[in-house]
């Protein structure tokens, strides 16, 4: 019973389901914060297209250097991929016109990441640095552009600045992935930790933890609970850590925030 669990939980991880619905909470946490009248197309879109995306991201590195290894949880994956793609077309459809334009942005971004730009070039990915502001970008286009414009609320300051924050807290985040992945990231991406050691990366993401509460939008309860969450598991974070610390523990942070934002509101 065990192993069975086990390997349910690791095709929950590996297949980007996690990572999905951290991305599907923070669309909802956007929609909720600024009580967005709108219904789940959006954060359904993003959803399945997270799945499709990471998980492309994830097995086409593989596929490129021939080390697919091709046993059953892979075949899973790859049909949970198409499952996802079909979901995500037809989610796509039911979103208007300037919200379709984000997500083809998104996508673009996505497409850059992995893909070479031009024949034998190198992808966006293997750019000395760029991976951790590329992914806090697409992600923060993702979670607070697409919710906003599906419900053609006119984009003002507040909603600059609630973009910049949410680039800042999924930057921070990252730091925790790439001081976690430090001893197997390969010197040329020149992840901040490689650059500047584990130590100055985390006073780093301290000091940009204190911008996202200087700048806040939102400053409420849940808010607090969240950046406190975010210090403690930049504080543990180590290149010794289990996988697990950031593929579920970090990634389920935006998941406990929406959670929160739900019990509050059924207590309204």
Known sequence: MSKLLKKIFDF???GSIHVAL?????????RTEFQLRIDNNVSWFAFFGTIVGYNFIKYDELARVK????HS???????LSFVSAVCCGYYFF????PTQIIAIVSLFLTGFYTLPILPNSTNFRNWSGVKIYLVALSWAIVTVFLPIFYSEMLIGELIWIYLIQRFLIVFVLMLIFEIVDL????LSLQTIPQQI??????????F???????????SNFKFQILISVIAIALFFAKTNRSKYYTSFWVEAIPIVWWVLCLIQLKNY
């Not at 949880?73 to 049909?79: E, R």
């Not at 001893?183 to 390969?186: E, K, L, T």
């Open 12 to 14: 929950y991880i590996n």
């Open 22 to 30: 951290a991305v599907f909470a923070f669309i909802e946490i956007t």
């Open 67 to 70: 080390k697919v290894v091709w």
């Open 73 to 79: 949880q892979l075949k899973g994956v790859i049909v």
């Open 94 to 97: 039911q979103l208007n016109q």
């Open 183 to 186: 001893s197997n990231d390969a």
């Open 197 to 206: 050691g584990v130590k100055k990366t985390k006073w780093l993401g301290y």
């Open 208 to 218: 940009v933890l204190f911008l996202v509460v200087f700048i806040g939008v939102i």
